[in-house]
């Protein structure tokens, strides 16, 4: 997420210890607690959010409002939430240029169509 390596891990420890010294445990105590703290809004901001939307929306999550769930959900799984056969939906029946017959000899040249240029 960040992309931090070792060496600017190494480089944020050591900058951590310089700055924080003694207090570093207690610092570290307040940001886990400070932390925990963010994620119970969070939990409680959805659960009123489901609340405030009523039964008809028991079933509704809040990661269906994200554009890649919602394009993967509606365009690449059925009805029942299995993604199809091809792997796509999209396309349920393929087009009959679809298919491969395979690779040309040595030296055969492809097919030209001359009108479609």
């Given at each position: ?5 070792l060496g600017e891990m190494a480089v944020l420890v050591v900058l951590a210890l310089v700055i924080f ?62 993604p199809t056969a091809n792997g796509t939906g999209l396309f349920d029946d393929d087009p009959s240029y ?20």
């Open positions: 997420m960040f992309d931090v390596g010294g003694d207090k570093l445990p207690q610092v570290a105590g307040q940001a886990g607690r400070m932390l925990r703290q963010f994620r119970q809004m969070a939990d409680s901001a959805k659960a009123d959010l489901q609340e405030g939307l009523g039964p008809e929306f028991k079933d509704f999550d809040i990661n269906d409002l994200n554009p890649k769930t919602f394009v993967r959900k509606h365009l690449f799984e059925d009805e029942d939430g299995t679809a298919t491969t017959t395979g690779a040309l000899p040595a030296g055969e040249r492809p097919p030209f169509d001359p009108e479609a240029t």
